[in-house]
Structures are given as C-alpha cells and as structure tokens.
C-alpha cells in the first residue's frame, strides 16, 4: 500500500504541530505506524492523500452517523454559509436546536449550547458544583469526559491507548477532588460515597463506554447510580457526547431508561462541525448565566454552521423511523461475521456492541471494566489493525476505542469487511 505522501506530509507535519496531529489518537502510535492523511470522505468511504480507498468505521469518532459529506447536510450548511457563519448574537437555529434535543432527550429540559464535548462536561460539573455547593467528583476509571483537569485521572480513550491515565499539568489540587471508581461495580461507588459523605458534588459516566473500548453497563448499574445519587443528594451526569442519538434518538438513557440529573453532547448534534451540549432539569439549568449566577461562555457557541448540520443530521434520522433498526441489523450483521471468525480461527479474542457501537477486543476475558479491557492483546490488536488497512478496512487506531456503523454501510461493505476480518485474524496467526 503506498503511503508515501501521507508520509511526507506527517514529517512536515511535525515540525509544526506537536506529534504532527491535532488530537493524539490521531498520530497511530500504538498500532506502530505513520497515520494516513485522509483527502476526502463521502458515504462510508475515506480516501487517503496516496489515492487509497477504506470502507470507514471510525466515522470521525462518532460524528458521522449518516456516514460522511450526507448530501443533505453539506447543502443546508452550504446555504445557510451564504448568510453568514457566526454572529456572537442569537439566532432562530439555536432555539429550533434546543427545542428538537429536548423534544428528543426524556430528561432535558433545557440546554446550553458549546463548542465540544469536553467544554460540555466541564461546564456540567461547574454546573454541580455551584447547585450543590460541594467540590468533589466521581468518574470511573477507563471512562474518558475530554481533557479537562478534573476528568485527566485514569482517563479512558488516548489517555489510556497511551497509558498516561493521568497527564502532568493538573495540579494536585484539581486532581485531588476527582474520585475514581470502577465503571460497573456499585460497591466501588457507594465505598466512595461513604467516605466522602455530603462532599460529592456529581457522578458522571459513560452511560455505555465507549472510551476504553465500548463497554456496556451490567444490568441495574445505572438504575444503582441513579438511586444512590437520588438518595445522597448527588448529581448524576450522563456523559452522552458519543451515545447521544448514536444508540437511539434518546440515547443510552431512553434505551435503559434512566433519567440522569445531566446530560452531556457531542458529535452527532455538529454534523462533523465542532459542537458540545450540556442540558437536564429546567431547575438546575436556570442556575447557569445569565439567568444564574453559574458562569460559562463561548464565542462560536450555537453559531449557525454547527447547528445547521447538527439540525440536518437529525432531520434526516427522524424521517427514517426504521433509522436504528437498520443500523442494528447491519451492526449485528458485522458482530456475527466476526465472532464467526474468531470462533473458526480459535482467536482469543471477546466483542462487546451496542447498536452500532461496537469493540473486538483481544482478549479471552469478559471486558467489563478498566482492568479486564486492559488484559488485551495491544501488540495483537496492532497487528490486526494494519492487516485491515491493507484489506482496506479503517478501523480505529486504538484497542481501546469503539467503532461504529453509519447509515452509508451497504450490505455489501459489510460483507467484505467480515472477509477482510477473516484475512487479517489469519495474518496475525502468522505473525505470532
Ligand atoms: P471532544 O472535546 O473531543 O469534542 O469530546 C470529548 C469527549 C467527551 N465525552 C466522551 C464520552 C467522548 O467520547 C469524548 C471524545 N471522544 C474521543 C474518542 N474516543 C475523541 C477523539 C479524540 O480525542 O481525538
């Protein structure tokens, strides 16, 4: 496979922008080779600098439900750039954003809009804090909220890919008030919550991870947090900026049916353009400025590009009201194929899916938290992630990272993405 500008343009890369990538997972490091610099997307495909074409399951790292460059969605931001892209004013798209996302999500009632995921979970435990007047945070281990200092502590995602759970920079005090526990084990949390009774401000999770791999929730550890909150005052933050109207229209909290405090969005609600949400109780929300006294801002917040696409990019799910149920079909389609695979090839190796978020992890373990997704094979996975590039199959550049299914994946791509599997499962037979 030539990669010879992609290489040419990371070495130039480098010189300028630290590790030639604007976003660590980016650079490939733990799957041991350059990255590719993509030229174009459309559908489920990515074309590379060098001409190579992939079937894409990375989708932008979640964004890309409807796969990439939707014709709808490139023609309304389009339009709506010949009137303008940002005015630091309010506008009609913002307020037709926020009545959709509450119409949408059972537990919002109102919302604020931002610029990324991590801006919104940052602004949400601000938002905690200053309702319960208390500074202390619970997040579990291997679960990544973006890079804010209070959520750098056993963070999920790059952070673990690269095995810095913990980056320097944070100062002792901030990371002092982030508590860790482990993500599906109640006992953990409660253990936490007695020893720092009355000072947990909020619990914020993953509602189904996605950043240390996907892993989903065991039955009744949500429905646990939700009461244990409920019953120690705490906030419980759903972390929804990869499953908000990925794993349905309501996210994971319509799918298990849990009503969280807040609720934190990404990804999807931009189209591809950059966009953060925070929103919950009418109640809570009222305490952020200007209608309380909770301070948070933004220049481009809401600005009429993200939201047009984020709007599109919903109009076009809502119109198809078998939009998850195919998305489901082929996600399975995909989960079987390969499970078929690993069982025929004796590979040790389990995967985890909800909806069309999904995760082969090299392991012959259960992953269900930080320390059993740990027990994967990285060196296994890198090699399996380059076979798969060679079958021309991107797939994330992390063991620990969830792939995704779009709308754009035909039956046909998903057929030749299990048979790429089979191959490349095979190459790393060989190569042990
Ligand atoms: P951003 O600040 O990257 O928009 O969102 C941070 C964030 C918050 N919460 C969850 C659950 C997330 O998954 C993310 C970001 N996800 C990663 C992918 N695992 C972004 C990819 C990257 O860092 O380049």
Known sequence: MNTKTSNSLFERAKQSIPGGVNSPVRAFKSVGRNPLFIAKAAGAKLWDVDGNEYIDYVGTWGPAILGHAHPRVIEAIRK??????????????????????????????MVRMVNSGTEATMSAIRLARALTGREKIIKCEGCYHGHGDSFLIKAGSGAMTFGVPDSPGVPSAIARLTLTARFNSIE???????????????II?????????????VDGFLENLRSLCTKEGIILIFDEVMTGFRLALGGA????????????????????????AYGGRGDIMQIVAPSGPMYQAGTLS??????????ETLSVILEDEKFYQKLEKKSQALEVGFAENVRSLGIPATSNR???MSTLFFTSSNVRDY?????????????????MLEEGIYLAPSQFEAGFVSSAHTDEMIEK????????????????
Request: overall charge neutral.
């Open 80 to 109: 709506v750039a010949m009137d303008g892209t940002s005015f630091g004013a309010p506008t009609e798209l913002e307020v037709k954003m926020a009545e959709l996302i509450c119409r949408l999500v059972p537990s919002v009632e």
């Open 205 to 217: 999770v993953e509602p189904v991870v996605g950043n240390m791999g996907c892993v989903p929730p």
């Open 371 to 387: 320390q059993s997704a740990l027990t994967s094979d990285t060196k296994r996975y890198a090699a399996y992630f380059n076979a």
């Open 354 to 356: 909800i909806g069309s």
């Open 253 to 276: 909290q319509e799918r298990y049916n849990i009503q969280p405090d807040l609720t934190t969005f990404g990804k999807i609600i931009g189209g591809g353009l950059p966009v953060g």
């Open 188 to 202: 953990s949390v409660k253990e936490i919550v007695d020893q720092n009774k009355h000072e947990i401000a909020a």
């Open 417 to 432: 993405t299990i048979r790429a599997n089979r191959k490349a499962l095979e190459r790393t037979l060989r190569a042990e």
């Open 302 to 311: 809401g600005n009429p590009l993200a939201m047009t696409a984020g709007f």
